[in-house]
């Protein structure tokens, strides 16, 4: 486990006994579910300065892409994460779609498109994200589902395949080729196949040349011995020698 990711709330409340003990991960915003109606927007809760003092080795960040306020997250972001990296912190970016209009009826999810998530990708590495946390994907071709947007037929025909392990190598290639490492997030926690579920995810990220996993539901809402029983079933996947890229 590389460092703990959490709210300036929640890290606050602990720094003075961990820091520099445990590299925290301050999340700068995210999302305010009691407003209604509930909007896709994600909203900063403290800043870099906050963060450095609670002696954080990285800042973290979501932005909704193709949600209405996206620009201004955009903006909002670029501009925390130039100073995190004056002060010598790590940025972490959750490269999130929202948009009602990428649930396509009657088809798919596209929220999860290689294509689409792909290009959330290199928008976040273009702001200079160190690492780029990206939901596995499950299908492709969300460009030409919605109509909208520019992909060329290459994609589908020639740099992907509906392998999820090549899926998840067309969202590497556009991390600038891998040059900002990509982890994928665990998911919600679903039961029972939850370590089933983690392991396979992790395989499929190590094959594509991912960098790790960011796993919180699936090990904390449980007791702490299946918890760690996850944890470290994930680790032993990335510590395999005979998982390699695919």
């Given at each position: 486990c ?5 709210t ?16 925290f ?24 300065d ?9 800042v ?22 130039a100073?995190?990296?004056e ?17 396509v ?7 999860v498109?290689?294509?689409l998530?792909?290009?959330?990708n290199h ?6 994200a ?5 939901k ?10 919605i ?7 290459d994609v589908?025909?020639k740099l992907t395949?509906d ?14 080729m ?17 370590l089933a ?15 790790g ?6 090990a ?14 994930i ?12």
């Amino acid at each position: 486990c590389n460092a703990v990711a959490s709210t300036f709330g929640v890290l606050g409340a602990c720094a003075r006994k961990y820091a520099h003990k445990i590299p925290f991960i301050v999340k700068i915003n995210h999302n305010e579910i009691l407003s209604y109606p509930n909007k896709y927007d994600q909203i900063m809760y403290g800043d870099i300065d906050q963060a450095f003092d609670m002696g954080a080795a990285a800042v973290g960040a979501t932005i909704y892409f193709g949600s209405d306020e996206s620009a201004r997250q955009i903006q909002e972001v670029s501009e925390a994460f130039a100073y995190a990296h004056e002060l010598g912190m790590v940025t972490v970016l959750w490269c999130y779609l929202r948009n009602p209009a990428f649930n396509v009826k009657g088809d798919k999810d596209y929220h999860v498109s290689a294509d689409l998530t792909g290009q959330a990708n290199h928008l976040g590495v273009t702001i200079q994200a160190d690492i780029i946390k990206q939901k596995l994907p499950e299908n492709n071709g969300g460009y030409n589902a919605i109509k909208f947007g520019k992909t060329h037929k290459d994609v589908y025909a020639k740099l992907t395949t509906d392998n999820p392990i090549d899926l998840t190598r067309y969202q590497i290639a556009n991390c600038y080729m891998g040059r900002a490492g990509l982890i994928n997030s665990g998911g919600a926690s679903s039961g029972e196949s939850d370590l089933a579920e983690a392991v396979k995810t992790a395989v499929i990220n190590k094959r594509a040349g991912g960098m790790g996993l960011i796993s919180g539901r699936k090990a904390f809402q449980r007791p702490m011995k299946e918890g760690a029983a996850l944890l470290n079933a994930i680790q032993d996947v990335y510590l395999e020698k005979e998982i390699t890229i695919a």
